[in-house]
């Protein structure tokens, strides 16, 4: 089954339109999120532009494909499969546009089960099998904040960036993921998940809630869980992630186990969120240098500072605490509890509150920091798309 992913096709003739609308309802793209727009190559290359590009673009060219594809590739995300519909059957332009990195060249007119097979031929045969991406996101300390950013984060990735994002809610007794994005949840997560063995795609999907496009939550019942997640279950969750999401983002309790170390050494990129004070300075420093040592081969940790420049409370100057630790945010967020209580109140992401805050554009720039896209329209400037 194709994995979570985004799918965008900009075509032209009525019978791509078609082929594509019905490969989008076909059973092995159920977990797909998909959309048709007219307008062919030109209006993907005009979009673009100023958009991100989805997992899988597919674009219907009426004209000489080698002409038009350079266009293509300048604004196209170097990461993104791309599917071109041509008119031109012929072997030495197939290897032509193959070279240059698309992923595949179907002949028009084309047909469902075409569309079906060629998608499934690049995700299926192995080669995107473990490309899926964890993020797992830790507080320093209690309350400074890390689930609330981590939520806003996947909402972000999923919502503005229109990646498709898992985000799971491993706090187990107090985890407020679905308070906080106004879903309903009834698993007892700890119960169905205590047994790794018995956990598999089917048990995932059953226990996934959509909030919205793009975001599917992971979240436990309000009960309080009687037991731990053990460490094996959580394995067992990154695996099952990475083959059906590109995106998952775990909001990692502050309390240390087993089962969070485990998630800190298998996630590709690890967010810590602290408090610019000393209890805070002494535990990040603590989590940094465990990071450092034990993932001595992946992109460094990143830092959030979070509930800068909070009334009444005294505090390090943010300048002092990155001074005295060595290490550098990556994004600064000051204290506004007038948003961040909204936000909470009313079941909404800052960004959906309040969408030109300070903060909103901080959690945007995390976001992209990690999906990658910061920057990424001058790295596909080189003529290359990703190669299936
Ligand atoms: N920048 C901010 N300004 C104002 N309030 C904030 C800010 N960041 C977080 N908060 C608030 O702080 C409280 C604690 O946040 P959150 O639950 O995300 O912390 P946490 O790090 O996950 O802690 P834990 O998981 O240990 O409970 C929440 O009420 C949240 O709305
Ligand atoms: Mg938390």
């Given at each position: 089954?194709?994995?979570?992913v985004?799918?965008?096709?900009?075509?032209h003739s009525?019978?791509?339109?078609?082929?594509?609308?019905?490969?989008?309802a076909d059973?092995?793209?159920?977990?797909?999120?998909?959309?048709?727009?007219?307008?062919?190559?030109?209006?993907?290359?005009?979009?673009?532009?100023?958009h991100?590009?989805?997992?899988?673009?597919?674009?219907?060219?009426?004209?000489?494909?080698?002409?038009?594809?350079?266009?293509l590739?300048?604004?196209c995300?170097?990461?993104?499969?791309?599917?071109?519909i041509?008119?031109?059957?012929?072997?030495?332009?197939?290897?032509?546009?193959m070279?240059?990195?698309?992923?595949?060249?179907?002949?028009?007119?084309?047909?469902?089960?075409?569309?079906?097979?060629?998608l499934?031929?690049?995700?299926?045969?192995?080669?995107?099998?473990?490309?899926?991406?964890?993020?797992a996101?830790?507080?320093?300390?209690?309350?400074?904040?890390?689930s609330?950013?981590?939520?806003?984060?996947?909402?972000?990735m999923?919502?503005?960036e229109?990646k498709?994002?898992?985000?799971?809610?491993?706090?187990m007794?107090?985890?407020?993921a679905?308070?906080?994005?106004?879903?309903?949840t009834q698993?007892?997560?700890?119960?169905?998940?205590?047994?790794?063995?018995?956990?598999?795609?089917?048990?995932?999907?059953r226990?996934?809630?959509?909030?919205?496009?793009?975001?599917?939550?992971?979240?436990?019942?309000?009960?309080?869980?009687?037991?731990?997640?053990?460490?094996?279950?959580?394995?067992?969750?990154?695996e099952?992630?990475?083959?059906?999401?590109?995106?998952?983002?775990?909001?990692?309790?502050?309390?240390?186990?087993?089962?969070?170390?485990?998630?800190?050494?298998?996630?590709?990129?690890?967010?810590?969120?602290?408090?610019?004070?000393?209890?805070?300075?002494?535990?990040?420093?603590?989590?940094?240098d465990?990071?450092?040592?034990?993932?001595?081969?992946?992109?460094?940790?990143?830092?959030v500072?979070?509930?800068?420049?909070?009334?009444k409370?005294?505090?390090l100057?943010?300048?002092?605490?990155?001074?005295?630790?060595?290490?550098?945010?990556?994004?600064?967020?000051?204290?506004?509890?007038?948003?961040?209580?909204k936000?909470?109140?009313?079941?909404?992401?800052?960004?959906?509150?309040?969408?030109?805050?300070?903060?909103?554009?901080?959690?945007?720039?995390?976001?992209?920091?990690?999906?990658?896209t910061?920057?990424?329209?001058?790295?596909?400037?080189?003529?290359?798309?990703?190669?299936?």
């Amino acid at each position: 089954m194709i994995p979570h992913v985004s799918i965008r096709a900009f075509v032209h003739s009525p019978t791509a339109s078609a082929a594509v609308e019905r490969a989008l309802a076909d059973r092995h793209l159920a977990r797909a999120q998909g959309e048709i727009l007219s307008g062919g190559i030109a209006a993907a290359v005009a979009h673009y532009r100023a958009h991100v590009t989805p997992d899988v673009l597919i674009v219907e060219v009426e004209r000489d494909v080698l002409a038009e594809l350079p266009a293509l590739a300048e604004v196209c995300d170097t990461r993104t499969l791309v599917l071109v519909i041509g008119q031109t059957n012929d072997v030495t332009l197939y290897k032509c546009v193959m070279q240059l990195g698309v992923s595949d060249y179907l002949v028009a007119p084309v047909d469902a089960v075409g569309v079906v097979a060629s998608l499934r031929g690049l995700y299926e045969d192995g080669r995107q099998a473990t490309k899926g991406k964890t993020y797992a996101f830790i507080p320093s300390k209690g309350g400074a904040g890390s689930s609330v950013i981590s939520h806003n984060v996947a909402w972000l990735m999923a919502a503005r960036e229109e990646k498709p994002v898992m985000l799971a809610d491993l706090d187990m007794a107090f985890g407020a993921a679905s308070l906080a994005l106004d879903v309903r949840t009834q698993h007892k997560l700890t119960d169905v998940m205590q047994d790794a063995a018995q956990m598999d795609t089917a048990l995932l999907d059953r226990l996934l809630i959509a909030r919205g496009k793009h975001l599917q939550l992971l979240a436990p019942s309000a009960a309080l869980a009687e037991a731990e997640l053990p460490a094996a279950s959580l394995r067992k969750l990154v695996e099952l992630a990475r083959d059906g999401f590109r995106n998952t983002v775990l909001d990692l309790p502050g309390a240390w186990s087993p089962t969070v170390k485990e998630a800190l050494l298998m996630a590709d990129d690890v967010v810590v969120t602290a408090q610019p004070d000393l209890i805070s300075l002494r535990n990040t420093r603590a989590l940094l240098d465990f990071l450092v040592r034990s993932r001595p081969n992946d992109p460094a940790p990143k830092l959030v500072l979070n509930q800068v420049g909070q009334r009444k409370r005294p505090e390090l100057a943010p300048a002092a605490f990155v001074e005295a630790l060595q290490f550098k945010p990556t994004v600064i967020v000051r204290s506004d509890p007038a948003v961040f209580g909204k936000a909470v109140n009313t079941g909404q992401t800052i960004p959906e509150i309040a969408p030109r805050s300070a903060a909103s554009r901080e959690l945007a720039k995390l976001s992209r920091e990690l999906l990658g896209t910061e920057g990424a329209q001058k790295l596909s400037r080189r003529f290359s798309f990703r190669r299936g």
